[in-house]
């Protein structure tokens, strides 16, 4: 029996088919329960690339199980914590101190989604297209 997509997934599916509204994938990544795994430390999985720490989250078990498999480590389980996406790019992504962002389903062939530090997704002291040296709030 298949699963059925997250509300999340499907949004994420109808930006990738050139459909949809990129505010209301926002929206849904916002209001999403997602699972992200821990990196075995106490921490959050993440991964740098392009100058961008990327937080890792899935949508549901299967696409975090799917991670597991690619890594390695299917065969054990995989803690993570169920987190809104809304507490992480506000919350967590802030705190890290450094340019980060949302990667979402990263191991789901053509489903992953990238929320970048931008204006619009963090806060904006948060963002890296603010100039926030100008207006005097500084990183």
Known sequence: MEQARTALAERIAEHRAGAGNPRALVGEMRRSVLLVPSDGGGGLWSAHSGGVRWICAFTDEEALARFARERGAGDRPLEYAALLGARIVDEIVPGLGEPAGLAVDIATQ?????????????????????????????R
Request: charged content about 25%.
């Open 110 to 138: 053509d489903g992953s989604m990238f929320f970048p530090p931008v204006t619009g997704i963090v806060p904006d002291a948060a963002a890296v297209d603010t100039n926030a040296e100008e207006d005097g709030r500084g």
